[in-house]
């Protein structure tokens, strides 16, 4: 299995057709702000690997990291926050398009405190239905949430989303090590099969 603690930025790239294609993908997508960047981060035990902040629209590019030298994670811009909605829909299209057969599979992340929105359905059809991409649906934030919300967040993915079986579903916090490893262990599921 692999680990990912021998990670490393490696560039970012504005313009789909410069994505590097020598190696195989894993592609962190989600919301502005839903914590793609601090997932990635956790995975590697690199707290400053990926830029984090609070502020959402921060990532404008496709940020890739080399992990163990075999694999590229590649955290994405966040969608539906940016002033220019189409900007995000034209750079997923054409980086889906580029790097189709080399990607192993998608993190989809959600935020577990927010009801699904408009842009996590059309992402989810438009993108991981349509072009039939392997994902999962990592939710974030699990420590800020009761059993209530854990509840209905589990209700309304199963509403709107064809989940096959709610192990492609998990919940997660930076702050939980076991949360983490399962992610881990899900990714290393994708890259060897």
């Known amino acids: 299995m692999l680990n990912f603690h021998d990670s490393k930025f490696l560039k970012s790239v ?26 990635i981060n956790a995975l590697c035990e690199n707290s400053k690997m990926a830029r984090v902040s609070s502020k959402p629209g921060k990532t404008i590019s496709l940020n890739y990291f080399l992990i ?7 955290d994405t811009p966040g969608y539906g926050y940016s002033s220019k909605p189409t900007s995000f829909t034209q ?11 080399i990607t192993k599979c998608v993190v989809f992340v959600l935020d577990s405190r927010r009801n699904l ?27 800020k949430i009761d059993k209530q919300q854990y509840d209905a967040v589990l209700r309304d993915i199963n509403k709107n989303f064809k989940i096959v079986k709610n192990e492609e579903i998990f919940f997660s916090s930076i702050k939980d ?6 992610i881990k262990k899900q990714i290393n599921f994708f890259y060897l099969n």
Not at 16 to 32: C, E, N, Q, W, Y
Not at 68 to 74: G, P, Q
Request: aromatic letters at 16%.
């Open 117 to 143: 929105m408009i842009n996590d359905k059309v992402f989810y059809n438009n993108f991981l239905i349509d072009k039939n991409i392997k994902f999962f649906i990592v939710l974030t934030k699990k420590d």
């Open 14 to 39: 504005f313009d789909a057709k410069l994505i590097p294609k020598d190696k195989k993908t894993v592609i962190f997508v989600g919301r502005s702000n839903v914590g793609k960047s601090s997932l």
């Open 177 to 182: 090590s076991k949360s983490i490893n399962k």
């Open 68 to 74: 163990n030298k075999k694999i590229y994670f590649v």
């Open 91 to 101: 750079l997923m299209e054409s980086f889906f398009v580029e790097i189709k057969y």
